[in-house]
Structures are given as structure tokens and as C-alpha cells.
């Protein structure tokens, strides 16, 4: 449980070292929105709490809400890229006789070849915007060689943002802790394992956890309920661990992992200014606020 809430703290530090290019964040802030964000996921479905985050810490730093949602989206960029990588490393470890399902296989080869678009089309935006600013810093919105070259306000922006996080010297130690992110929540699964007696290597563990992260990655019903079972589940069933004990231990490590988060969710949202009452209004206000790019009305000390 330790280990599972130091992944979130690092996650808030990761943050924190992709925003530096837009002004001075402060960690607490940071880290105290990705738990209030946690716990909204934990009581709202369809994961409202990547938005909610990312409008809160806007209003609380002063930072264009765009330049803080582009960041919450490398954030995700790199997660796929690392839950992807480290996955395919992981599965060589796998006991050879052990047949893996089709669809498993297929899945992953599909999640693999998307994780390499993405970041194949992210790379190549990059370079080809440091090629074209620092040739004319005015190639965006001026003229260059007789021609316009003008984007739309909010692509040009989101784009410069994006050059901005990728190019900074704070994305290589931001990508460093990404790999951090993921160890610890290894480390808090793999002695959950043991607390529940299943004698199993810590790869298994990161399989596991990588399969669980991966399903419940798209908005799902609140606190993923019955799809992180699932896919828990789904993960032991490449390990000699029988259905049954597979899925009590998901509801073992379901409830052990959520319960210091809520916990922990439910004092940042107190700490923010916010309620559950308001809570709930600032999620079903989401949309419109998105558009406004307004500063929530609350304070954070």
C-alpha cells in the first residue's frame, strides 16, 4: 500500500518536471491534484479526474489550462510507451509451456504497433518543429520565404506547447521517473502476492500489473470496478494460479490498493476547497469550463 501510494507521489513530481518549461509548479500542488483527480475517478465513471486535475492545477498555478491538459497527455504518451515496452519484456519470461491465449497475443501486438505510432508522429512533430524555429522563429503565424504559414490559435499553441515539454532539459528526468512510476506499483503488487500467498516471481507481478493497467486504461464505471477484477484475472491466468484463487486475490488487491487512495483522494479534495457536493458540480460542469478555460474558484495554499 506503501509502495502504491509512492507511485502517485512520483507521478505528481513527473508532472511537475513537464510543466517546468510554463513557470515554477510547486509538488504539492501537483501531487495533491493527481489525488483529487484519483478520487474522482474512484466515484465518477468515465475517468473525469485526468480533466478535473488538469483544470485545478490550472487555476491553482496560473498555467493555460491547454499547456496543462497537452501535459497530462504525454504523461499518457510515455505511460503507453513504457507499459507496452516493458510488457513485451516481461511476456519473454513466461514460462515456455505455457500456451498464451490468441486474443492475448493479438492485443498486445496491437497495443505494441499503436504505442509506436504514437510516439513515432510525437518524435516527428518535435523535430520538425525545432527544425522550422530555429531556422525562423516566426515560421508560425508570419512569413517565410513569401509564403503564410499560419495555424490555427489553438493547434499553434498546442503544438509549441508540445515543442516546449519535449525539447525542455526537465522531459529526460520526467521520463526517468516514468519508469519509477510503474516500479513501485510492481513492488506493492508483487507483495500483495506474497500476502496472499501466491508463490510467484516478480515478473509475474509486472505482467499482471501491466495487463491491469492496460484494461483499465479506457473510462470504464467508477473505481474499475469488475474491469480491474477482470483483467486481474486475465493477467494470473498466464501463471499457474487456479480461477478461483486468481480472483480472490483481485478483490484482495482491489480493495487493499483503493482503500489508501480514497482515503488519501478524499483529504486532497478537502484540501483543494472543494466538497463532494461541489465536487459533483465541477464534473458535470467539465465541458463548458473546457471551453471558458476558466480558473476554478477555489484556493490552494
Known amino acids: 500500500m506503501f509502495f502504491d501510494v509512492l507511485s502517485y507521489c512520483v507521478q505528481g513530481l513527473r508532472w511537475k518536471l513537464l510543466l517546468t518549461p510554463f513557470g515554477r509548479v510547486r509538488l504539492i500542488r501537483t501531487t495533491r491534484a493527481v489525488f483529487a483527480g484519483l478520487f474522482a475517478n474512484l466515484v465518477f465513471p468515465l475517468r473525469p479526474g485526468e480533466l478535473l486535475r488538469a483544470v485545478l492545477l490550472s487555476g491553482w498555478e496560473e498555467i493555460k489550462f491547454g499547456r496543462v491538459l497537452g501535459s497530462v497527455g504525454v504523461e499518457r504518451l510515455i505511460d503507453l510507451v513504457v507499459a507496452t515496452a516493458t510488457l513485451a519484456v516481461a511476456l519473454l519470461f513466461v514460462e515456455p509451456d505455457r500456451q498464451l491465449p490468441a486474443r492475448f497475443r493479438t ?6 504497433v499503436a504505442a509506436l505510432l504514437l510516439l513515432a508522429i510525437l518524435v ?4 520538425f518543429l525545432e527544425y522550422k524555429l530555429s531556422g525562423d522563429p516566426n ?6 520565404a513569401g509564403k503564410h504559414h499560419q495555424l490555427p490559435n489553438r493547434w499553434m499553441r498546442a503544438l509549441i506547447g508540445l515543442h516546449a515539454m519535449g525539447t525542455a532539459p526537465s522531459f529526460y528526468p520526467a521520463v526517468l521517473f516514468s519508469l519509477l512510476l510503474p516500479g513501485c506499483q510492481m513492488v506493492a ?4 502476492m506474497k500476502a496472499y500467498g501466491l ?5 509475474s507481478a509486472a505482467v499482471v500489473l501491466l495487463v491491469i493497467n492496460l484494461g483499465i486504461s479506457l473510462p470504464n464505471a467508477p473505481a474499475n470496478i469488475g474491469s480491474y477484477q477482470f483483467f486481474c484475472v486475465l493477467g494470473l491466468s498466464l501463471f499457474p494460479v487456479e480461477r478461483s484463487t486468481a480472483t480472490g486475490f483481485s478483490i484482495f488487491a482491489f480493495l487493499a490498493l483503493t482503500f489508501p487512495v480514497a482515503l488519501l483522494g478524499f483529504a486532497a479534495l478537502l484540501r483543494s476547497g472543494l466538497s463532494l457536493r461541489t465536487l459533483r458540480e465541477q464534473i458535470m460542469n467539465l465541458p463548458s469550463e473546457v471551453q471558458k478555460r476558466p480558473a476554478p474558484s477555489t484556493t490552494c495554499p
Do not use: H, N, Q, S
Open 107 to 112: 492485443v498486445a501486438d496491437a497495443l505494441g
Open 124 to 127: 516527428g512533430v518535435i523535430l
Open 139 to 144: 515560421y508560425f503565424g508570419g512569413k517565410a
Open 189 to 192: 503488487l508483487w507483495c500483495l
Open 199 to 203: 508463490a510467484l516471481p516478480f515478473l
